[in-house]
Structure formats: C-alpha cells, structure tokens
C-alpha cells in the first residue's frame, strides 16, 4: 500500500501511541489527535487510572517496537496475589507454578509517556493535544476538532482514520448515530462502581506492607486491591455496589461509616491509610462496563480499535494488554502484503473480534472469581492442583489464567475454552472424589496420574462442547 498516504489517529493513549509508533517505523505517514493535555507536561488528576498490569502480551507489543528494555524499569513485578483476611491474616497464592511467570504493576502516565517520546522520534510522525474529536464523516474519512485552548472547531482529512479514543469513542458514536450501515453495539455495566485510594509511602520512602504482589481483600460482595508503585505507594481501589448491600457507595456519605466500613472488613488496611478519608471524598467513583461492537471499520475508511473496540473491566488485567495485542495482531496483518486498507480492515477485524470477545466474558469471570471464589475451599483445592500441575510438569499443564496471562501465542478464544474445560474437569474430580490435594503433590508418580485424567476429563469436556455446537 501506498505509504505516503496520510493517517489520522484519534486519541493518544497507550493504544493510540503504541500504534503511531509502529505505523511510523513502518514508515507511514501519521497525525495523532489527543483531547487531553500532553500528560508529560501536566499533572494527571488522580481517581480515574486504574493500575495497569503488564503481562506477556503487552511484553510481546514492546518488543515489536524495540522498547521490552526501557519498558522494563517501569516496572514492578508481581509474583501473586497476596490474600487478606477479616483479621489480617494474609497468604500469598503464586500466579503460577513456573517460577519465571510474574505480572508487573506499571504506571499508565510513564508507560504513555515513553510511548508518546519514541513516536515523536520519527519525522513522519506528529502528535497534536487538547484537539478533541466531536465527529468523525466515516464516508468522506474526514474528522471535525475542537482545540480546547481557542474553542475553535477544524476539520482533519485524510486517506484513513484510525479511532483508539476509548470506550466513549467518537468515530464508534458516529458509526452509531448516523445509521448509514448496519451497526451493533451494546454497554453493559456491572452493579459496581470503583473508586481509587492509596496508600502512602513510609516516611523512609519503604513500603508499607510486601511489594511483590496484587494484595486482594476479597469480601464476596465487594472487595479492595493494591498494586505496587515506584514511590513506594500502593494504589489501592475499592470495587463496591452502588446501591446493594448494608454499605455501598450511595451510603458511604460521611467520615464515619467509611471508618466503620473499612474497620470491619479492612481493618489492617485501615492502618496503613491514615489518608483515607480524605481520598475517598475527593476522588470520584466511576462505572465498570463492558463494550461490544460489530463492525469496527467501515469500507478501508476508518477502523476502531483498543477501547474504542472493546472495553472490558480490569479484572484479568488484560485491558492495556489486550489493546497493546490488538497492534501486534494488525501489524502482522500488514506483513500479508493486502494491497488496500479494506482488505486488511476486513482481515484483521475476522482473526480478532472474537478473541475480544472472549477477554471481556473472561474479565467478568474473573470479577467473580476474585472478591469471592478465592477464599472458597474447592477454589484453593483446584488452585493447589493446578500450581503442582505446572511447577512438576511446566510444559503439560497451564492453568486457564497462565493460558490468558503467560502464553502470548495462544488466542484469548483458545485460552478461554481450554481453560474453562479444565476447570470444569478439576472441580468435577474434586466433588467426585476422584482427586485429593492430601495426597503428595511433590511426588512426580503420584501427581502424573491425576494430571493424566485431567487432560482426558479436559478432552472430553470440549468434545461434548463442539458437538453442542457451542464452538466450532
């Protein structure tokens, strides 16, 4: 295709700039248009960035671009989840039985931040802030600005658009709004909200409580984490009903009942947020929900792609990863040679529409999963089999979170029904009585038996799933 074509990028986020800097090394011509600040020149307002996670498929993005080394002192890395309960008490449960397998806390400001620098390296490539996006003519692949510091509206032509303008995304409204094509779309919000508090660091600049891990104070119908920052903080967010519940957030309105409610359910949090209080009322709180939408593009014009695409909650920590994946996944479309946008529109949206879907059922899986199944009996006992699994047999066994987070070759759709199936299989086993975790999981001859009925229950799980016709 021709190269010297002109790009339009709405939005300069992590997508937004992951995805200039790989069309700029491939020698594109491209203009990014932000809405916000430039966000290495201001200071970003707290409450609205959940922590990122970065895990195997995010790492395989910055690797397509040169960056795994400059990304890597970003980072934090995370060895598990660290389980808190009523009393404080807290166990550490490894994400893996691979050692090597780890995910890392990463600020979303310094992550964007070196994404947006390497970008602006390239001469092909420009980046333009407080210009918002208030409509996109997809049939004519123009896009009407305003500039946030005039008022003033302009309008931006080019030869394509690309929209990586988050879950409020206004070529995805356009698309929407205008009834030109046949467009689905659907917003599904949790009951929940999310609000971001934090805890602060010790005056010697230590951490307060172990560094090294997703801490989770998982409460059935709610719960709060912490992830790891540079500072020594941990940024912590609670995740609560709007409206269900003795405390939810329409009634966590004075000083006292927030005390009361984190003194009863996370009390040793408590100790280490003297601050709490005030981050609670001065921070928003703001929805969960999940977006799907069918078809991205339209003709070789525009595309949507990240949130714009697919938001998803932020329970599997694969929303950066998965939108990070989605440039991977269209640059290796391009290297098909298609000869014109249309084509590799088609393409691309064909191999990954449904594995965003399947991250987004997943994400929601995992909400479940970790405010509530975590301190289940048979949950543990599934987790200690599949953790022997993986530490005795690294290259047999992966459990349905190594298949999403660990194996960046895997499909999110593959990850999500190899994973499911087993599960299914493990609890079976474990009801039936078939399996035990009191036996001696270290004994390489006694765990290879399980394992091996395992992946025969797994086998015939799937099996009875096609011919369902759940999947092809």
């Known amino acids: 295709m021709n190269k010297q074509q002109n790009i339009l990028i709405i939005g300069a986020g992590l997508c937004g700039s992951l995805l200039a800097l790989r069309l700029g090394q491939r020698g594109y011509n491209v203009t990014i248009m932000e809405m916000r600040p430039d966000l290495r020149k201001v200071t970003i307002s707290a409450g609205r960035s959940i922590n990122l996670a970065l895990s195997d498929r995010g790492i395989k993005a910055m690797k397509l671009v040169g960056l795994e080394e400059k990304v890597k002192p970003l980072c934090i890395p995370m060895n598990g989840r660290m389980l808190h309960d009523l009393e404080g008490n807290t166990v550490l449960a490894p994400y893996s039985g691979r050692t090597h397998e ?17 970008a ?27 500039d946030c510091d005039t008022n003033k509206e302009f309008v931006e032509d080019a030869d394509v658009i690309f929209a990586t303008d988050g879950a409020g995304s206004a070529l995805r409204q356009s698309y929407y709004l205008e009834k030109k094509f046949l467009f689905s779309f659907s917003q599904e919000y949790l009951s929940h909200g999310y609000k971001e508090l934090s805890i602060l660091p010790a005056e010697n600049g230590a951490y307060k409580t172990y560094k090294n ?23 912590v967010t609670l995740f609560l009903s709007y409206d269900e519940g003795e405390y939810n957030f329409n ?6 009942r927030v005390l009361e409610f984190f003194g009863k359910y996370f009390k ?13 009322f001065e ?3 703001s929805p969960l929900g999940t977006v799907k939408c069918s078809p991205w593009h339209y003709k070789g014009n525009t595309l949507l792609m990240g949130d714009a695409a697919h938001a998803i909650v932020p329970f599997y920590g694969q929303g950066m990863n998965a939108s990070f994946e989605d440039v991977t996944e269209f640059d290796n479309i391009l290297d098909k040679g298609y000869a014109d946008w ?10 990954r529409k449904k594995d965003t879907d399947a991250i987004a059922d997943l994400a929601i899986d995992n909400f479940h999963e970790m405010k509530g199944h975590v301190n289940h009996a048979n949950f543990r006992e599934k987790r200690t089999l599949e953790m022997a699994f993986e530490k005795e047999f690294p290259n ?4 349905k979170y190594s298949l999403v987070t660990f194996n960046e070759d895997i499909n999110y759709r593959e990850a999500m029904l190899k994973g499911r199936a087993q599960d299914k299989a493990i609890l079976n086993m474990l009801a039936d009585g078939e399996v035990s975790t009191s036996l001696d999981l270290k004994d390489k001859e006694v765990l290879k038996p399980i394992l091996e009925k395992v992946k025969k229950a797994t086998e015939a799980i799937l099996e009875d799933d096609r011919i369902a016709g759940l999947y092809s």
Request: charged share 25%.
């Open 213 to 235: 891990a997703l801490h989770i104070w998982g409460r059935e119908a709610f719960m709060l984490i912490a992830l790891p920052n540079l500072d020594g903080s941990f940024t």
């Open 342 to 351: 249309e084509t590799v529109f088609k393409a691309y949206e064909k191999s």
């Open 251 to 256: 009634n966590l309105t004075t000083k006292e």
């Open 396 to 399: 047999d066994y992966s459990s």
């Open 120 to 146: 602006e390296k390239h001469e092909n490539v420009s980046i333009h802030f407080n210009k918002k996006c208030k409509s996109v003519d997809f049939e004519n692949t123009t896009a009407l600005f305003m």
């Open 102 to 118: 780890f995910i890392n806390s990463v600020s979303r400001g310094q992550l964007n931040g070196l994404l947006l620098d390497e």
């Open 268 to 280: 040793d949090a408590l100790e280490l947020m003297p601050n709490l209080v005030e981050d609670f």
């Open 283 to 285: 921070n928003p709180t």
